[in-house]
């Protein structure tokens, strides 16, 4: 025991996290904004975001809209939106991931974030025509696919207490799932009006354009290689420039513990996604999917599907991948999990298989061990400011805590005391080779118990 405690204690200096970022080969990638210019100077600014995804773009917006007289300087190691943000499934989830589906033991709290979400949606369509910049979200709703019996008592009892509460969620049956979606595999289905989906770099670019508006700094290609934490924050970068900061955003999610934060609070688990070509609008009334509805099942290694404006379908999920210390991915493990993708999307629409898919990707997403995110305020002097552990919610999610951080940054945190995931403490992940061990042994089960073939 005291050995592993000792091993669990060195292996962050054992094994060092490598600083390095694979390309963004996404569908959503085509819609990427123009790169900015990398920094090339040294900048002293009052606030620093490391991270060009959803996090950081919505934290420099929400930060320069409230307090134009700060400056705000993002840093973006590859394009903004080269990570989760710009490879995602691109659905607007209600809820975080933890309390969809699960009332925990304050519903009241659960209402409070339900409609928290479902405000941070119509938030995102209005940002979005601010912009100009179309990011096709539509808000027709979203579907939890059921297929067996406990799923579905397990359902019944949550809309009960949840239409009590004035959440308006409905069950449907086996033939209103098949209406909206063509498919008869499932024996209902979860419906929650409040969500929707939409283009994901295609936000990207609306917060991109809006943050930049309001009057931040955005550099791209800009790799943050080490920070020095302290009043004065000094962040240095690959090319040799220091950034200054009084106060630092780590909007960096899976890649934050590379940075030396946050080591043991996620764990990075790698998905992938695979899109079809478009399909005609008689094609897609043969498979019966007649709205542009997304839906997910009910497994912890969860599959879910999409439909884009120019009606492509894409599907993503299963079984995630753990790559020991967070290294990355492999040519051979993608095609293992696209033909999976494939199999379930035969599976779930028979005309479509064998379909061959016109793009595929994977991409690392931050995980909690429960599910549970956490916002709020670290380090030292407390003027380190982080969102972390979005667990498949954080396309709507991640805008939420932009707004929250912004708030908690210039000292008006206090209206979201209330919210459990503020400040929050996340469960602990061991270090390597405890956390792979761990995180093997746990996919492992999964597969078991819910049908996932190893290969």
């Not at 295609?202 to 290609?221: H, P, Q, T």
């Not at 290689?225 to 962040?235: A, K, N, W």
């Not at 884009?308 to 040519?331: C, K, L, M, Q, V």
């Amino acid at each position: 025991m005291l050995g592993a405690a000792g091993l669990n204690e060195l292996s962050p200096w054992i094994w060092r996290e490598r600083l390095e970022f694979e390309p963004n080969r996404s569908y959503w990638a085509r819609s990427a904004a123009p790169r900015n210019p990398r920094l090339a100077r040294d900048l002293d600014v009052d606030v620093a975001i490391v991270g060009g995804g959803f996090t950081g773009l919505s934290s420099a917006y929400y930060i320069r809209s409230a307090s134009a007289q700060k400056s705000v300087a993002l840093l973006e190691a590859q394009g903004c939106g080269s990570g989760a943000s710009g490879r995602n499934g691109a659905m607007l989830l209600t809820m975080t991931a933890d309390r969809f589906m699960n009332f925990s033991s304050s519903p009241a709290m659960d209402r409070r974030i339900y409609d928290l979400t479902v405000d941070n949606i119509r938030r995102l369509a209005t940002l979005s025509l601010a912009t100009g910049i179309d990011c096709e979200l539509t808000s027709n709703g979203a579907l939890q696919v059921l297929e067996t019996a406990q799923q579905i008592k397990a359902a019944e009892a949550y809309v009960r207490q949840a239409r009590h509460l004035g959440m308006p969620v409905e069950l449907w049956d086996a033939g209103q799932v098949g209406a909206a979606i063509g498919t008869n595999v499932y024996a209902g289905g979860f419906y929650d009006p409040r969500c929707g989906n939409l283009h994901p770099m295609k936000l990207v670019r609306v917060f991109k354009a809006a943050a930049m508006s309001a009057g931040a700094a955005i550099y791209e290609d800009t790799v943050v290689d080490s920070i020095e934490e302290g009043r004065q924050h000094v962040l240095h970068t690959r090319d040799g420039h220091t950034v200054r900061a009084k106060s630092l955003v780590l909007a960096s999610n899976a890649f934050t513990a590379r940075l030396g934060f946050f080591r043991n609070s996620i764990l990075p688990l790698r998905e992938f996604i695979a899109i079809t070509r478009p399909f005609s609008e008689q094609e897609l009334a043969d498979i019966g999917w007649r709205r542009q509805l997304p839906f997910n099942d009910d497994r912890t290694q969860v599959y879910y599907l999409g439909l884009t404006a120019d009606r492509r379908i894409h599907i993503g999920g299963g079984a995630p991948d753990y790559s020991f210390n967070n290294e990355g991915g492999n040519a051979q493990s993608e095609r293992l999990h696209v033909a999976r993708l494939q199999r379930e999307l035969g599976r779930i629409y028979p005309k479509l298989a064998g379909l061959e898919f016109e793009a595929s990707w994977g991409g690392v997403i931050d995980w909690s061990l429960d599910a549970s995110p956490s916002v709020g305020v670290a380090g030292r002097q407390r003027n380190i400011f982080y969102g972390l552990g979005y667990s498949g919610h954080g396309v709507n999610l991640t805008s939420v805590f932009g707004r929250i951080i912004a708030d908690l940054e210039a000292g008006r945190g206090a209206a979201w005391d209330p919210y459990p995931f503020v400040n929050a403490r996340l469960d602990y992940v061991p270090n390597e080779p405890f956390r792979w061990l761990a995180a093997e042994s746990g996919l492992a089960w999964y597969r078991l118990t819910e049908g996932e073939a190893s290969t």
